[in-house]
């Protein structure tokens, strides 16, 4: 099969923070000194931020470092923080939770947006600096030269679901570069595999994760207060360091969501069903009260810190912001991380294309606020997983309030998330309530909302690499839980015939990655569907 090849300096995957902001440094470098490499990125979804979720309170140093003159350039931050308020929920009252307790969580100088605006600004940005932007092609396959990597190539277009070649065929096409940037987000599937070929993890934690939740609800003018930032933890699931967002932004909207760490142990838990359990809280519900649901979307988001951070610098290229790991869970913050982690690597390899390099991209990492802000927070996550949530938060309050992050030690998470379920038999049950339509919703309706839409007619890109594992070991050990932990509805156990089978509904899949994270055999790999397939987000 014929492939055009395209040649750049540079190539970026993944249009979020991190990969726009190393797109715009290496292009302001570009101009400054009147230089002439080329440089592309690639964006897996229908545009810039069709694929972006994110709370957001962003904490815009980054920004202010990048694009000094952001807001003559009408940026979409239009709400700064005006109030942080915290509750610990019990089930029926929330008690106020005084914000001096976690400074982490303070939100002064910081703005609620909507990232993937944001997102969208910042490719306008790009374009203007001559960054060729491509939206709509993922990229499915690494290409190397001599266990180098020196490029992508794009995903096959027009292939059926059997394989076969349909009119509409359009081969991928190999873009080959000096530099090879992975900025694909929490889990990529590009970057797990440079992390592991090579050994990119060595001696580190492994990775850990959550799952977010967002839903954007459009409130009554007198029940919204613009500004204004929420953080809840305890009740629907006090007995895990899970917590939620509400985020009063502008146009009467609010964002809100839920984030349970997928350490989970309970394979009966369905984290969607945590989620639309949390919005009936009297304290929650009251903001809701005549409101309507406009948006929803989950994704996954990674937190185990400066323990789990893989070296960030490989052969032919660079990985950064989630891809990475850069999150910063003690503040439930990884955009700003994120965004610096790009315009550092935009600065290394102007430089190193130049011959200019004085040491390595890690180097830089660790020696920028990036690893000041991990560093603090690096004992958050393992707190809550060796003593519990209510212990954990005790010793983080001492940790991040008397001790600034800066305790004498650092603990370790050794066990994967996956790893972490307990077999059905050893577990309670749990009852979820019928959804009432108001606050609560099932998950249809909710994937309905996500814009979500891929050619049914394609090969599955939620990939078994074996297909009986489901129904003769998942299922009976864990009750296989992917039918659970899945937000979107996409995995199914139907019986037919006094027969059991597992059903991949692929068309329902909002890229959250979940699936390749959790599943307790690690018998799911998420690969990229046709291009433009996945969520469509508007204002997440």
Same mark, same amino acid.
């Given at each position: 099969m014929h492939r055009e090849t395209m040649e750049y300096d540079v190539v970026v995957v993944g249009g979020g923070p991190a990969g726009l902001a190393t797109a715009i440094k290496f292009a302001q470098l570009n101009k400054k000194n009147n230089t002439d490499y080329s440089i592309c990125l690639l964006e897996k979804g229908s545009e810039i931020g069709a694929h972006i979720l994110s709370g957001n309170v962003f904490q815009p140093d980054p920004l202010d470092e990048l694009i000094p003159e952001w807001k003559d350039l009408n940026a979409p931050l239009n709400v700064s923080v005006k109030k942080d308020k915290i509750m610990y929920l019990l089930k029926n009252i929330g008690i106020p939770v005084p914000s001096f307790v976690m400074p982490t969580m303070k939100n002064h100088g910081n703005y609620i947006i909507s990232l993937g605006n944001?997102?969208?600004?910042? &490719? =306008?940005?790009?374009?203007?600096?001559? !960054? =060729? !932007? %491509?939206? &709509?092609?993922?990229?499915?396959?690494?290409? %190397? =030269?001599?266990d180098k990597v020196v490029g992508v190539q794009t995903g096959d277009m027009g292939i059926s679901e059997n394989g076969e070649l349909k009119d509409s065929h359009e081969p991928g096409i190999n873009i080959k570069a000096k530099y090879t940037i992975l900025s694909e987000g929490c889990r990529g599937h590009l970057g797990k595999q440079v992390i592991a070929k090579y050994d990119l993890d060595k001696d580190k934690d492994p990775q850990h994760y959550g799952i977010g939740f967002k839903e954007v609800w459009k409130l009554k003018p007198d029940l919204?207060? =613009? &500004?204004?930032v929420i953080h809840t933890n305890g009740w629907p699931t006090p007995d895990m360091a899970s917590g939620s967002y509400f985020y009063h932004g502008e146009n009467n909207e609010a964002y809100i969501g839920y984030v349970i760490p997928l350490d989970y142990k309970n394979p009966h838990l369905s984290p969607f069903d945590e989620f639309q359990k949390w919005k009936t809280h009297p304290s929650i519900k009251k903001y809701l009260k005549g409101a309507e649901r406009i948006s929803y979307g989950a994704r996954a988001l990674i937190k185990g810190g400066l323990q789990s951070l893989p070296k960030m610098e490989f052969p032919g290229g660079l990985l950064i912001g989630c891809n990475a790991g850069t999150l910063v869970f003690s503040k439930i913050k990884g955009s700003h991380t994120a965004m610096k982690s790009g315009t550092l690597a935009g600065e290394h390899i102007y430089e190193s294309i130049n011959g200019a390099i004085d040491n390595s991209y890690d180097l830089k990492v660790e020696n920028s606020w990036i690893y000041s802000e991990l560093y603090k927070s690096r004992n958050f996550g393992p707190l809550f997983h060796k003593f519990g949530a209510l212990f954990g938060a005790v010793f983080n309050v001492i940790d991040q309030f008397i001790f600034r992050g800066n305790l004498p030690f650092t603990l370790n998470h050794p066990t994967p998330d996956y790893a972490c379920l307990m077999k059905a038999s050893e577990t309670k049950k749990i009852h979820y309530e019928k959804p009432d339509g108001i606050y609560s919703f099932d998950k249809l309706s909710s994937v309905y909302l996500s814009n979500t839409n891929h050619e049914e007619d394609q090969p599955c890109h939620l990939q078994l690499k074996d297909p009986s594992i489901p129904i003769s070991v998942n299922l009976p050990m864990y009750d296989e839980p992917a039918q659970r932990y899945c937000p979107a509805g996409v995995y199914e156990v139907v019986e037919k015939d006094n027969e059991k089978r597992f059903v991949i509904n692929a068309q329902n899949c909002v890229h959250c990655k979940t699936c390749d994270i959790k599943d307790p055999s690690q018998n799911i790999n998420w690969a990229s569907p046709e291009g433009p397939g996945g969520p469509n987000y508007p204002n997440m």
């Open positions: 944001l997102c969208r600004w910042l &490719g =306008e940005q790009a374009e203007n600096l001559g !960054v =060729e !932007v %491509f939206p &709509g092609f993922p990229a499915s396959k690494l290409i %190397f =030269e001599a919204h207060d =613009e &500004g204004t």
